[in-house]
């Protein structure tokens, strides 16, 4: 089953090949059984699971489980761009960092200084949150806000 999907090669001294097909394994299914990987590289269930162990401990590898939004009553998702004040660009992406409906958040060059993420119940908690929060922090200069229609992908590696 390993062999069939396409892993990435290292790109870190700190990983090797097996690391890789171990983390394309967990990609896939985060719950494929350790046996299974070690099955399918030829290699022992105890050597799976000191790599695992090592990546986890040195935050190459976390483990999570992913949601759907939608599922879960977010139906308003959108990416914001902010433009802010230069000299006050980290404290204001620190604010933002905080606000609890944010999932993402950027410092970037280009057109915006800050991308965001955020997801809200509808379009009145989208509007709020601009208005309410988003707009109050001091600095924000200029915002524009791009609503999601439809995830064509979400992958995460």
């Known amino acids: 089953m390993l062999m069939e999907y396409q892993y990435f090669l290292p790109i870190s001294k700190d990983l090797d090949e097996i690391d890789c097909k171990i983390i394309t394994a967990l990609r896939y299914d985060g719950r494929t059984a350790f046996t299974q990987i070690a099955k399918e590289l030829k290699v022992s269930p105890g050597m799976i699971r000191m790599r695992y162990n090592r990546m986890i401990e040195n935050g190459t590898l976390r483990v999570m489980a992913i949601t759907n939004p939608l599922n879960l009553g977010y139906q308003a998702m959108a990416m914001i761009g902010v433009r802010c004040d230069g000299s006050r660009l980290m404290a204001i992406a620190e604010k933002i960092t905080a606000l609890d409906e944010v999932v993402y958040v950027v410092v970037t060059n280009g057109r ?32 524009e806000t791009f609503i999601n229609l439809k995830i064509l992908k979400e992958n995460y590696i």
């Not at 200084?113 to 922090?137: G, P």
């Open 112 to 143: 915006f200084d800050i991308i965001l993420e955020v997801m809200c119940r509808n379009q009145s908690e989208l509007l709020q949150f601009l208005v309410e929060k988003l707009y109050q922090i001091e600095g924000v200069r200029e915002t």
